[in-house]
């Protein structure tokens, strides 16, 4: 036989053998990939919002305290009574007379380590 014919035979064998394997395959697919009957996802209860009228409007000494943390003032500082500045992209907080405290612009500032700590965040390393 002419070694065209042969190559002419030989490569319709390989596409008939790959339109077998892709139907094969397409076929597994469909299998694994049918969907089987679920009951619908419930979404868990939330708390009751407390009322806006409940919160209080103006921070005092008093009520700043109170607070497990505070926003940072306006220059980027921490308020007096809330020291410790937390970043929350980084989840890392700084304590005063940390390295890089001075130039952290806080999300966030507690007035403690352990209440950053409780709240999610670890201290920087320096």
């Known amino acids: 036989m002419a070694p065209i014919g042969i190559a002419l035979r030989r490569t319709l064998a390989l596409v008939a053998l790959a339109v077998a394997v892709g139907a094969l395959l397409s076929w597994r697919r469909r299998e694994i990939s049918a969907p089987t009957a679920t009951a619908t996802p419930q979404w868990p209860d939330w708390p009751a919002q407390p009322d806006a009228a409940a919160q209080p409007t103006a921070l005092s000494p008093q009520n700043a305290n109170q607070l497990p943390w505070l926003p940072a003032n306006n220059d ?8 410790v500045k937390a970043k929350e992209s ?7 007379g940390g390295r890089f405290y ?3 612009k806080p999300d966030r500032c507690y007035p403690t380590a352990a209440a950053a700590e409780a709240d999610g965040y670890r201290q920087s390393k320096t």
């Open 102 to 104: 001075e130039r952290t």
């Open 90 to 96: 980084s989840g890392i907080f700084h304590v005063p």
């Open 76 to 83: 980027g500082s921490a308020p007096d009574s809330h020291p």
